[in-house]
């Protein structure tokens, strides 16, 4: 049985972006192809609530193969997405130690309903089990009205050393 959405989806507003693309890369270090997240519309530490989506589009580089003449967002590119938002909340709202956050684990998925280009994906985390090593988010993937996914994700505080910290170039938008 599906859980009950984390919040009423008609009361989020997807057009009160407060992080686009060039604010999550100064905080994320995915580039290229694994930067999942298209924008944040809201994160806060007070209610342990953080919000984005991505949309999903037919030119992605997973598109043209899985599936040939029906492309699926894979779910393993969805689990990555949520670990991404968590991992944006996590280090902005400073509730984890370390200066990267690196993926830990992940329970309770389930894969309810196809995400397709011409999608958009809309993510919501629910804060858990913080400390400053460990994150735990309980979160859900709707497509319009659509529970898609929903999972539980852990993430572990890291430190990056040296050249580990370098940024790599973004790609241009």
């Given at each position: 049985m599906?859980?009950?959405?984390?919040?009423?989806?008609?009361?989020l507003d997807l057009t009160?972006?407060?992080?686009?693309?060039?604010?999550?890369?100064?905080?994320?270090?995915q580039r290229f192809e694994m930067e999942q997240l298209d924008a944040i519309v809201h994160s806060s530490k007070d209610d342990g609530l953080v919000i984005g989506y991505k949309d999903i589009s037919a030119e992605e580089f997973w598109a043209k193969g899985h599936m040939p003449g029906m492309p699926i967002f894979p779910g393993v590119l969805l689990c990555e997405t949520a670990a991404?938002?968590?991992?944006?909340?996590?280090?902005t709202e400073t509730i984890i130690g370390g200066d990267f956050i690196a993926f830990g684990g992940m329970e309770n998925v389930r894969?309810?309903?196809?995400?397709?280009?011409?999608?958009?994906?809309?993510?919501?985390?629910?804060?858990?089990?913080?400390n400053r090593r460990q994150m735990n988010y309980s979160v859900q993937g709707f497509v319009g009205t659509?529970?898609?996914?929903?999972?539980?994700?852990?993430?572990?505080?890291?430190?990056?050393?040296?050249?580990?910290?370098?940024?790599?170039?973004s790609p241009a938008n």
């Amino acid at each position: 049985m599906a859980p009950p959405a984390i919040l009423d989806l008609s009361t989020l507003d997807l057009t009160q972006v407060i992080a686009g693309k060039d604010r999550i890369r100064s905080i994320l270090p995915q580039r290229f192809e694994m930067e999942q997240l298209d924008a944040i519309v809201h994160s806060s530490k007070d209610d342990g609530l953080v919000i984005g989506y991505k949309d999903i589009s037919a030119e992605e580089f997973w598109a043209k193969g899985h599936m040939p003449g029906m492309p699926i967002f894979p779910g393993v590119l969805l689990c990555e997405t949520a670990a991404q938002l968590c991992s944006f909340h996590a280090m902005t709202e400073t509730i984890i130690g370390g200066d990267f956050i690196a993926f830990g684990g992940m329970e309770n998925v389930r894969f309810r309903a196809m995400v397709r280009p011409g999608d958009r994906l809309v993510l919501i985390g629910k804060a858990g089990k913080i400390n400053r090593r460990q994150m735990n988010y309980s979160v859900q993937g709707f497509v319009g009205t659509t529970l898609v996914f929903h999972g539980d994700i852990i993430g572990m505080a890291v430190n990056r050393t040296g050249h580990e910290k370098a940024p790599a170039e973004s790609p241009a938008n």
